[in-house]
């Protein structure tokens, strides 16, 4: 574990073209948040060209959780938009294997599984502001402790297109119930990274019924009285969607391991609205 721990302390200090090395050498297979300060990472689906419409469609009907900032085009496993040197097959610490609606596998290349028939979608990250909330002096306490943020399914209907719906799924914080108000006023410009909270308070009134046991990430703390639980849509919501669909093939990042991008996270990116 200490060694874990030193290679993600060394790789905070990488630059974007450093951190893609070590990643597709195989070296870093870690969690990405507080990675590549300042810099816009992303989620990552690759689907089957037939599915595409679709999914852009669905994108659009929900902006907040699926803010879309790149597409390659079919067959190219590139996102030259977002940086001249990405390659979605490789600059993923570990990627999710869906199978007609389910989670088959976890790899860490997927060389071997792209053809001509694939697209690949980018779409922003709530670790793109945790980087202005530290420079503001909040804490994120699961970059401190090297983990991944806890995301949770919950009872918000997502805008169906296609074989596409089922719901949001959100990520979570700890703040001081003080602080809340800063943090909101902190985030809300970065629309193209889910933006400001949907919600903070109890996670009973969106669905989540037991906030100890996240669907993803590793499980927080408990609140102390002055604290608040406060959730962002989460760009895992796309795989949520596909969990008892019909697409019989899908590729993702797996949470919390993130594509990371050249574009700086102050950049005006155009999301589909």
């Not at 050498?25 to 689906?45: D, F, H, P, R, V």
């Not at 030259?80 to 609606?101: A, E, M, Q």
């Not at 290349?109 to 980018?122: D, P, S, Y």
């Amino acid at each position: 574990m200490g060694n874990v721990a030193g290679l993600y302390d060394k790789a905070k200090t990488f630059n974007n073209e450093q951190l893609r090395a070590i990643i597709r050498s195989g070296e870093y297979k870690g969690q990405t948040a507080g990675l590549s300060k300042n810099m816009l990472q992303t989620n990552l689906i690759i689907l089957e060209k037939k599915y595409a419409l679709d999914f852009m469609i669905f994108c659009q009907r929900n902006p907040k959780a699926c803010p879309l900032v790149g597409v390659s085009d079919v067959g190219v496993p590139f996102l030259k938009t977002l940086g001249d040197s990405i390659d979605v097959r490789t600059d993923v610490p570990s990627y999710n294997i869906y199978k007609n609606g389910k989670l088959d596998s976890t790899v860490h290349e997927i060389k071997n599984l792209w053809n001509e028939t694939l697209i690949a979608f980018a779409i922003g990250c709530s670790f793109t502001f945790e980087h202005s909330l530290i420079r503001h002096g909040f804490t994120i306490e699961h970059i401190n402790e090297n983990k991944v943020v806890p995301m949770y399914k919950t009872n918000i209907k997502n805008i169906k297109c296609g074989p596409f719906g089922n719901s949001m799924v959100v990520s979570m914080r700890i703040f001081k119930k003080n602080q809340v108000n800063n943090v909101i006023n902190i985030c809300k410009s970065f629309h193209w990274a889910h933006g400001k909270p949907i919600h903070f308070g109890s996670p009973h009134e969106i669905g989540i019924l037991n906030i100890s046991k996240p669907d993803w990430g590793d499980a927080p703390r408990s609140l102390s009285e002055d604290e608040v639980n406060v959730f962002w849509a989460c760009g895992v919501t796309p795989q949520n969607a596909i969990l008892n669909s019909s697409v019989p093939f899908c590729i993702s990042h797996t949470p919390g391991y993130m594509l990371i991008t050249d574009i700086e996270e102050d950049a005006e990116i155009p999301i589909l609205q």
